[in-house]
């Protein structure tokens, strides 16, 4: 698909086929070879021969079978005046590798063959295969109206052509001498499409200018090879064939930003030859082989090498100005930057590639550029820092070092053009590392802890593919339970206990800013140890105390790696303080992209009722979900200081809202749908968690926020539906998330006595890692001793006393009437109806707290008249009131309040099935 060189001049712009293709083979040491006479037998049985024969055993016997299979071919037919067979090859190879480069060309044949004009037609004799792989000769006749664009190269000899439909064969037919290809283009039909004669005298000329500064793209082929054998070598010794996981990447030089720019410079480079997975490796090569050669061609051996490898170190260095958190591999960086001196080279002013080529190749390299630049800031995961830093600095320098393509010119060192070019690498090099510096230029603890105790990694790493094997075959029944115990006790429980006892003895020596995470570390490996020898020991005994043991270990090893987990995503979010990507004019930038302006986000309107534009805007409802837009908004636009006043001081003004709600309720409501129906990937929202906490330090907010997120994210895998509709491994993922939100609270608490989201937040988490009921009490009455005017704690318990979960409706009534009697022992019948009107919206229209609950309507109904005087401006309240009057069937009341309500609606009060218009059916209304 690119004008070659030196080794072979093409009629369109196609691939080197390299050395020329295998040699007639000399007869062996076979004294019968030869002997066959083959003029006694039929053209069927020569056509049937030709497959039985041996070429390389008796080679003369084959030579004589296809010589008397092609006078008999030309005995049967007759001849026609004016047709000469013109012998050659139509690929340079024989057997596969032809057939294959024969289909890559779209050719219909290939190996050697020979060509005939007649009067009518054109008639191609070579090589085809049947759809079962089996090679025969063909003979493929084309009218002469459907052949057209004949031009000659030297011995090579191109023309178009068509055999039916609208589909059209670019032919390429190397004769065996220049005169014979001269008499096969001068036979050949005259037919030529428009501005063909100029487009090839162009190519011609092209091809000329390449050939004569010769070169064979051999860095291509080299960069090529040393990434196949870079995959080939990670396959051995991991013992996979990719998908290979972020520690073994980093072991074999994976580029990640803290580590790269606090010493080991060399990963900017070895990250380029590694690839996560062989597709990434295909895709990548596919591309680089495609603009690879021409592009070397272009500009020559080491030219194309330094350009290969100064967009790649660039790329590199982008990738972690931009956004350092993440590990990042593969050879999209510097392919870029070739794609970019590819189009530097055809947007010179002195380009001296022909127009037609430019059309071409700048209108497909250009979509392809594009297609992946927009492709990669459209989706998460695709590096196109990288990518841009690549193809810029590959363009800039590309201009910088493209010479006229002459002999005369290319056997002079290009002093001016190279001093250039290694000055605006410097140059970017240097910019580069001063933006990179900033960003985490020492590693946080859990790295530097890391980093120290790499054989711990390994060690680990690959102990855990030996415990996972032994799990899948155990589960598959393939091993006893007395040979799982033996192996786990030889191959899995050594590595634990020497790992135990050695960091143990090391914890004294860390440095004080290591120890605490290394002591979670510690923990985590000694609990792993007792896990593994309590599987051993309940393969040996098989009780069920012993596997009650084992469940309760991998519970605790669960959590203890979480902590680990999270300290872990934390040390990395840290890495962000000067990044590119988290600059407040980037952030402006991306909101301009289509389908990037933040917007509100709102829970699902299946999942309950929603304000309606004509609900009042000054009612607790609308006001809730201002303060949840607004608090979305200042976290999203990274106005973290105000959102953090402004949940401090909502703390300390609970009931301020018309409704008796709270404006923290809005706010923590806010941002829970952000974080559970939002577009945020959770790098996006931990790196914002990390820059909060860098703007605001010592916050007790941006922790409370993060253990919220976290819970979000385990929710978002095990998904809102029946427990039994989770797997397995979703349940084990929801456990291990929760864990890290439970971890969140736990350091948080001391600092957040005062604020009631660390109570509603803790009961939310315990009950999600099922703890008992007095230990959720616990933190309530903890919450209500401190923060006793914020509704959502009572929501919280009402929650857990739900029968749905194991509660009851007399656990209900008992603890609704305990939290509404006054000390005078005379119940306060407001306290009592907002309880029982937060109940019912738990249990929504499946439950009449009435007729299945224990409530009492006289009661709620005082209730009721009492927050109306509370509350006097609340329209939500009062249509509250009416909704529990017509649940209640107290059409007395309904319709007392129905004239009322007609005027002061508030859709936020009504569920989808007691609306006013079913009540006002029930007791036929009139309005």
């Not at 800039?396 to 190279?418: D, I, N, T």
Request: glycine share 8%; proline share 5%.
């Amino acid at each position: 698909m690119y004008p070659a060189g030196q080794s072979r001049q093409t009629c369109g712009v196609g691939e080197d086929q390299g050395p020329p293709g295998e040699s007639q083979p000399t007869s062996a040491a076979n004294p019968r070879d030869g002997l066959i006479d083959f003029s006694h037998y039929s053209l069927a049985q020569l056509e049937e021969l030709q497959f039985g024969i041996d070429r390389r055993s008796a080679p003369r016997d084959h030579a004589n079978l296809m010589a008397e299979l092609e006078r008999r071919r030309k005995e049967a037919r007759p001849a026609t005046a004016g047709e000469a067979w013109i012998s050659g090859r139509f690929t340079v190879r024989d057997g596969w590798w032809g057939w294959l480069q024969s289909k890559y060309r779209r050719s219909p044949l290939y190996s050697e063959g020979a060509i005939a004009v007649r009067t009518d037609d054109v008639v191609l004799r070579g090589r085809q295969r049947t759809w079962l792989g089996v090679p025969v000769d063909a003979e493929l006749s084309f009218a002469a109206s459907a052949v057209r664009n004949a031009a000659r190269d030297g011995a090579l000899v191109c023309f178009d052509c068509r055999r039916f439909g609208p589909w059209w064969h670019r032919i390429e037919f190397r004769a065996e001498t220049v005169a014979a290809a001269e008499s096969l283009v001068s036979a050949l039909p005259r037919s030529r499409t428009s501005g063909f004669g100029r487009r090839w005298e162009q190519l011609r000329e092209l091809n000329q200018r390449m050939a004569a500064i010769g070169g064979f793209p051999w860095v291509t082929c080299t960069i090529v090879g040393l990434n196949v054998a870079v995959f080939a070598a990670m396959a051995i010794a991991t013992r996979r064939l990719g998908e290979f996981d972020p520690v073994q990447m980093l072991d074999w030089g994976a580029n990640y930003g803290p580590l790269t720019i606090s010493g080991p410079w060399w990963r900017l480079i070895t990250a380029l030859f590694l690839h996560g997975s062989l597709l990434h490796l295909l895709l990548n090569m596919w591309a680089f082989w495609n603009v690879g050669r021409l592009t070397e061609r272009l500009y020559g051996n080491w030219c194309f090498a330094f350009l290969y490898f100064a967009s790649g170190l660039l790329s590199s260095l982008a990738s972690i100005a931009w956004d350092p958190t993440h590990s990042t591999v593969g050879a999209s960086g510097p392919i870029f930057g070739i794609f970019g001196a590819f189009l530097a080279c055809l947007a010179h002013p002195r380009h001296y590639v022909p127009a037609s080529i430019v059309r071409v190749y700048w209108l497909s390299t250009l979509a392809f550029v594009a297609f992946n630049l927009v492709n990669g800031f459209q989706h998460s995961g695709i590096d196109n820092a990288a990518h841009v830093g690549g193809l810029v600095s590959g363009f800039v320098l590309g201009l910088v070092l493209m010479r006229p393509l002459q002999p005369e010119v290319r056997a002079h060192f290009a002093l001016p053009q190279s001093t250039a070019a290694l000055a605006l690498t410097a140059l970017g090099v240097l910019a580069a590392l001063w933006q990179v510096r900033g960003i985490g230029s020492q590693l946080g603890p859990p790295e530097q802890y890391l980093r120290a105790h790499s054989w711990y990694l390994n060690g680990e790493a690959s102990n855990l593919r030996e415990w996972q094997d032994l799990a899948v075959r155990a589960g598959a029944g393939s091993i006893s339970d007395a040979e799982l115990a033996a192996r786990f006790d030889q191959q899995i429980v050594p590595f634990w206990k020497s790992a135990s006892e050695r960091l143990q003895r090391e914890q004294s020596t860390l440095p004080p800013a290591q120890r605490d995470f290394g002591a979670l570390v510690v923990e985590f490996v000694k609990v792993r140890l007792d896990w593994a020898r309590a599987l051993a020991e309940a393969g040996r005994s098989e009780n069920a105390q012993s596997m009650n043991e084992v469940l309760r270990l991998a519970q605790e090893t669960d959590s203890a790696q979480a902590r680990i987990e999270r300290l872990e995503l934390r040390a990395t979010m840290d890495h962000r303080p000067r990044a590119l990507s988290n600059r407040a004019w980037v952030r402006t930038l991306r909101d301009l992209w289509p389908g990037h302006a933040w917007r509100c986000v709102r829970e699902p309107e299946n999942f309950g009722p929603q304000p309606l534009p004509s609900d009042s805007p000054t009612d607790g409802p609308a006001m809730r979900l201002a303060a949840g837009c607004r608090a979305q908004s200042l976290f999203v636009n990274a106005y973290y200081r105000a959102l953090d006043r402004w949940l401090e001081s909502s703390a300390g003004t609970l009931g301020d809202l018309p409704d008796g709600g709270s404006t923290l309720q809005g706010i923590a409501g806010g941002l829970s749908d952000l974080f559970d129906y939002g577009t945020m990937t959770p790098e996006e929202v931990l790196g914002r968690m990390a820059d909060w906490r860098r703007a605001v330090p010592g916050t007790v907010q941006a922790e409370l926020m993060e253990a919220m997120y976290f819970q979000s994210w385990a929710w978002s895998v095990r998904g809102k539906g029946y427990a039994s509709s989770v797997s397995r491994q979703a349940w084990a993922v929801f456990a291990h998330r929760t864990a890290m939100a439970a971890a969140g609270l736990a350091e948080v608490a001391p600092h957040a006595v005062n604020q009631p989201l660390r109570y509603t937040l803790g009961m939310s988490v315990g009950v999600d890692q099922s703890l008992d009921r007095e230990q959720l009490r616990h933190v309530f009455e903890e919450g209500i001793k401190r923060t006793p005017a914020y509704q959502p704690l009572y929501r919280q318990m009402l929650r857990i006393l739900q029968p749905r979960w194991g509660g009851s409706f007399t656990e209900v009534n008992t603890f609704i009437r305990e939290r509404s009697t006054r000390p005078n022992g005379l119940l306060n019948f407001a306290t009592y109806a907002e309880l029982y009107w937060i109940f019912a919206t738990l249990e929504g229209d499946e439950t009449n707290i009435f007729a299945d609950g224990e409530a009492t309507w006289l009661a709620t109904r005082q209730g009721f008249q009492e927050l109306t005087r509370l509350y006097p401006r609340s329209d939500f309240v009062l249509n509250a009131f009416a909704r529990f009057a017509c649940v209640a069937r107290d059409a007395e009341e309904y319709r007392r309040l129905r004239p009322v309500i007609d005027k002061r609606r508030s859709a936020m009060a009504w569920t989808s099935k007691t609306t006013i218009d079913a009540c006002d059916a029930q007791f036929s209304a009139k309005h």
